[in-house]
């Protein structure tokens, strides 16, 4: 496939696939966007709001107009936007809310660093499409709250979770699937992720300090030199490590380590870090398939549809950072499977995965609380811009 091919292909996914689907079946003319359809494509219109997914849907269509100019995304991204100011974000005490009812009241009111992260993110992108100052502003509020409120400056880190009143909190996963932990990898790869595209509209010198502060953990900190994967769970002093290899959180730090470094523009950090992200490439390759897949984690042979997205974006970027073909081969060969294997071409969006022996996993959402338009369709968006 050439890159004029691959280019094509990935405009046709992005625009008949994913958005169409987002706007034909998940928006809610009566304000934001329904929580819930199932792997069986029952749409579940009372079910909760999670911040997480309504700020990808927010930063998916606002990346979209950014790209493609056509005002009907700009009006999905403005009514993605508008909801999400009105009732994800805290107005009493800051940060935004965890999830809300289907009418809007509140639900979890915890203050999920992660979820403040891709707030930032959102409107940041939002921002960056539509030059609205306050989206600019509000993003920066949320930066400010996660620095006052969450960062440790003791042990250099960020906490996982607090209270509505930003005071610690038993439980901080983010998911029922997670470790017990206070500092996750996770957590810091979608602050960095969400600082650095901030920086891009706000080139503030104490932003850039933040995210240099965040490369260096992942150096310092995430970083296992032994194997070249990045261990996920810590408690406060940075002390444990997993026993498994979560083969797409490799290479998806791989590539937004390289983002950050080239947008703050630090040429000796990025010199200093190349070897690091280069080793994390090439240890994410121990889950690559003879199909073209890379399987979730160690013991699970999942093709989860998230998985597959970074590594095409991950090895597109090794190949431009190195030049070496193999890179380009082996983001050509997971985005095939992506083609034959997970897309639904007959009721739109991708299935949450490939099980092991082949079949399609259908139990888990099809759209939900994690289940959103934002690995797919940031991989449609990379191939494009880099191509």
């Known amino acids: 496939m050439t890159d004029t091919q691959l280019k ?6 992005l625009t008949e696939n994913i958005l169409r689907f987002w706007e034909e079946h998940m928006f809610d003319p009566n304000g934001g966007f329904y929580g819930r359809m199932t792997g069986h494509g029952v749409l579940d219109t009372h079910a909760e709001r999670g911040a997480v997914l309504n700020a990808r849907i927010l930063w998916t269509f606002s990346a979209a107009y950014r790209i493609f100019h056509d005002p009907r995304y700009l009006a ?6 508008n909801y999400f100011l009105d009732y994800f974000v805290d107005q009493q005490f800051g940060g935004v809310f965890w999830s809300v009812s289907a009418d809007g009241k509140p639900l979890s009111t915890k203050k999920q660093t992660y979820a403040i ?6 409107l940041s992108e939002y921002a960056r499409a539509a030059a609205d100052t306050h989206a600019v502003n ?6 400010e709250d996660i620095e006052q409120y969450t960062f440790d400056p003791v042990h250099v880190g960020y906490a996982e979770a607090l209270t509505r009143q930003w005071q610690p909190i038993v439980d901080m996963r983010l998911s ?26 706000w080139p503030d010198p104490q932003l850039k300090q933040s995210i240099q502060t965040l490369l260096n953990i992942f150096a310092q900190k995430l970083y296992n030199p032994t194997n070249g994967h990045i261990d996920l769970f810590f408690n406060d002093t940075w002390q444990g490590k997993r026993n498994i290899a979560s083969y797409g959180h490799d290479i998806e730090a791989a590539w937004l380590l390289n983002e950050a470094l080239q947008v703050i523009g630090d040429a000796d950090m990025q010199q200093s870090m190349q070897l690091i992200i280069e080793h994390i490439a090439r240890a994410s390759q121990e889950g690559l398939q003879s199909d073209g897949s890379l399987i979730h984690e160690t013991n699970d042979e999942q093709r ?13 970027d090794q190949w431009q950072q190195s030049g070496n073909p193999r890179y380009r081969q082996l983001a050509l060969q997971t985005y095939d499977y992506i ?23 259908k139990e888990n959402d099809k759209a939900g609380l994690w289940k959103c338009p934002y690995h797919n369709s940031r991989m449609c968006f990379e191939i494009i811009e880099r191509l």
């Open 8 to 13: 094509d292909s990935a405009r046709q996914l």
């Open 339 to 361: 083609l034959h294997h997970l897309v639904d071409y007959d009721h739109g969006e991708w299935y949450w995965a490939i099980l092991p022996d082949g079949s399609i996993d």
């Open 176 to 201: 029922d699937k997670d470790e017990y932990a206070t500092r996750t990898m996770n957590t810091h790869l979608h602050v960095m992720e969400a600082y650095t595209n901030l920086y891009r509209i």
């Open 76 to 81: 999905m991204a403005t009514h993605a936007k």
């Open 117 to 122: 992260s891709f707030a930032i993110y959102a």
């Open 138 to 143: 509000m993003a920066i509020r949320l930066y």
């Open 304 to 316: 989860q549809w998230w998985v597959e997205c970074e590594a095409v974006v991950g090895y597109l």
